[in-house]
């Protein structure tokens, strides 16, 4: 099995450039899994390159109006503004389909901040980007253990208790996952809106990510409820639009159709 130090470290060569994947409303987080559904041209064209490379897409999410990032064209035609904070991620699984359609099953691994988008001639996007590596500041070590407690407390009360949910979570994030990996699944599973999402991402400093996290948690903003079977593979509770009925958030969320 591979070590999960080694999917989320970059490699050796890596020369701060990456293949942008723009989607709306979608902030990827380091340690969590995201499947995609891969067919326009020119995503085709960059899944093939990272296949034959590094393996490395990362995660960009469009930006909304009343945003300010830099405006960037490609092959002279205007593109899409980003956010400027996005996920790396790493695929670990990819089956391709009929009709040059694919799979993939991609890992975050890092977070960043695009310094500058590069027109390098092929039909995607890429960027030059700045890490940002997580930091555990020295001064509160002492301390981490009871953040990390708080933390979990405050996800655990708004868990919906049915399906052995919170007993299963408790088992998987008491042990020995560090703060940071928690505090990005926590943030990547909750449906926080992309700013609360962006903001939780572009904290490099671990302390400091979890305590905006708990408080996101005990606003009262999230209500989840649980979800069924039958409404994860989509079989029940959807309109004749063809989104789900009834108030509230669900939890576990469904499987991405992205």
């Known amino acids: 099995m591979q070590d999960w130090s080694d999917i989320t470290n970059l490699p050796d060569d890596f020369d701060g450039r990456v293949r942008l994947f723009p989607l709306p409303g979608l902030v990827l987080f380091p340690h969590a899994m995201q499947p995609l559904h891969v067919f326009e041209p020119r995503y085709c064209?960059?899944?093939?390159?990272?296949?034959?490379?590094?393996?490395?897409?990362?995660?960009?999410?469009?930006?909304?109006?009343?945003?300010?990032?830099?405006?960037?064209?490609l092959q002279g035609v205007s593109q899409p503004p980003i956010r400027p904070i996005i996920c790396m991620g790493r695929i670990m699984s990819h089956t391709e389909l009929e009709g040059d359609r694919h799979n993939i099953l991609l890992v975050g691994t890092k977070r960043a901040r695009v310094v500058s988008e590069i027109d390098v001639g092929r039909s995607f996007r890429m960027a030059e980007v700045d890490v940002l590596d997580d930091i555990y500041p020295v001064e509160s070590a002492l301390t981490r253990n009871d953040l990390k407690s708080e933390l979990l407390e405050?996800?655990?009360a708004i868990i919906p208790p049915s399906a052995n949910v919170q007993k299963n979570l408790h088992d998987l994030m008491a042990g020995q996952m560090?703060?940071?990996?928690?505090?990005d699944i926590v943030s990547y599973t909750l449906p926080f809106d992309v700013d609360e999402k962006i903001a939780l991402l572009g904290e490099a400093d671990v302390d400091r990510r979890a305590r905006l996290l708990i408080t996101?948690?005990?606003?009262?903003?999230?209500?989840?409820?649980?979800?069924?079977?039958?409404?994860?593979?989509?079989?029940?509770?959807k309109d004749s639009g063809g989104k789900r009925s009834g108030k509230g958030d669900r939890f576990p969320p469904p499987f991405s159709v992205n």
């Open 45 to 73: 064209d960059m899944l093939q390159d990272a296949l034959s490379a590094d393996h490395l897409i990362a995660m960009a999410t469009l930006a909304m109006p009343g945003d300010k990032p830099v405006p960037f064209e």
């Open 178 to 183: 560090g703060l940071g990996p928690i505090t």
């Open 216 to 237: 996101l948690l005990e606003s009262g903003k999230i209500e989840l409820h649980s979800i069924s079977v039958e409404e994860q593979t989509g079989d029940v509770g």
């Open 154 to 156: 405050a996800f655990a």
